[in-house]
């Protein structure tokens, strides 16, 4: 499986960005697809994630501003971000990971990554 972000962007605070991951090779029925964010000299948190089944998970401080969403014809993944906020700033990572359950439970949980997409959110 090969994931790659795209749509990363410097905006001011209060504006909105659309990622999008294109996801290519074999899938388990049961999966579960997130985004993930890192900024500088922090860890890596969950941000969003969508199961195989459809269910959506959130972050709670991204939970009303930030959407997932999947296009399965098109075999992307997105995320829409609004009201961003110069905390959301970070490098954005899409993953994918076998089995449904727990999607946000953290990145071990993750098999496949893609290389992040730089988001910036000056105030």
């Known amino acids: 499986v090969q994931l790659e972000e795209s749509g990363g962007d410097s905006v001011h605070a209060g504006g909105s960005l659309r990622l999008s991951c294109a996801i290519s090779g074999s899938f388990e029925d049961s999966h579960c697809l997130g985004w993930f964010r890192q900024a500088p000299g922090q860890q890596r948190e969950g941000v969003a994630a969508?199961?195989?089944?459809?269910?959506?998970t959130y972050s709670d401080s991204m939970r009303g501003r930030f959407t997932v969403s999947q296009d399965s014809a098109k075999n992307t993944l997105y995320l829409q971000m609004n009201s961003l906020k110069p905390e959301d700033t970070g490098m954005y990572y899409c993953?994918?990971?076998?089995?449904?359950?727990?999607?946000?439970?953290?990145?071990?949980?993750?098999?496949?990554w893609g290389q992040g997409t730089q988001v910036t959110v000056s105030s």
């Open positions: 969508i199961a195989s089944d459809g269910r959506t």
């Open positions: 993953a994918a990971g076998w089995g449904a359950t727990g999607c946000l439970a953290g990145d071990w949980r993750y098999n496949f």
